[in-house]
């Protein structure tokens, strides 16, 4: 009844607690008392079993206090009230760049985002008829917890995509004489040549007329694209 009716702590400390994908609700208990929301493990997990939903917490970051009674800890967990933090993709960014971004805030490791992001057969099955996912992860503003893994993060970003690529504007590419990768393509370049946004459209008009009497982009950032640790000074050994 003690443990039922009394908090650790009268004063509210807050409390980030991370449950990992997989943990037993032993561990997330342990977890729990060694940073100070719960005073008993052991009583917690009775606790849980007597709801019988000590198996469905989701993982992810949960923020707690330590004047929280275990009853609200458990109903936290067990509604999966995760804490959500925001990442933003800038337009422009490279898959190398939004990985990196992701991993330094600590969300997904870069290596294994960019592996996903360059696997055919991942591309394929979001839909995407391309060898990677190079111009599809959508610049946006994504709510993100720890939880989440780098596919999940990849196909929401993904998902994103396709719902601003709306049929009506597949159709529209279709009949300009565009598949969507192409235009995918055209438009990063286009993204990566723009110094403010009212070029866009020049600089889209520019190139529609070059491939239309077949003459070459002639776009740096395609050759940027391809160097590896560029320093903002592109030579003509880089341009051959």
Known sequence: YTFWSTPPDQHAVEKIVLVERGMSLRLIAERLEQDGVITDKNLFMILARFYRKGKSIKAGEYKFTTSMLPAEVLEILQEGRILF?????????????????????????????????FDKQCASELKIEADNLEGYLFPNTYNIHRGMNEKEIIWEMVEEFWQVMTPDLQEEIRQKGFTIHEIVTLASIIEKEVQVGEERELISAVYHNRLKIKMKLDSDPTVIYGLKNFNGNLKKADLQ
């Open 85 to 117: 933090r925001t990442a933003t993709i800038p337009e422009g960014y490279t898959s190398f760049q939004i990985a990196e971004l992701f991993d330094n805030l600590g969300f997904a490791d870069k290596e294994t985002f960019l592996q996903l992001a």
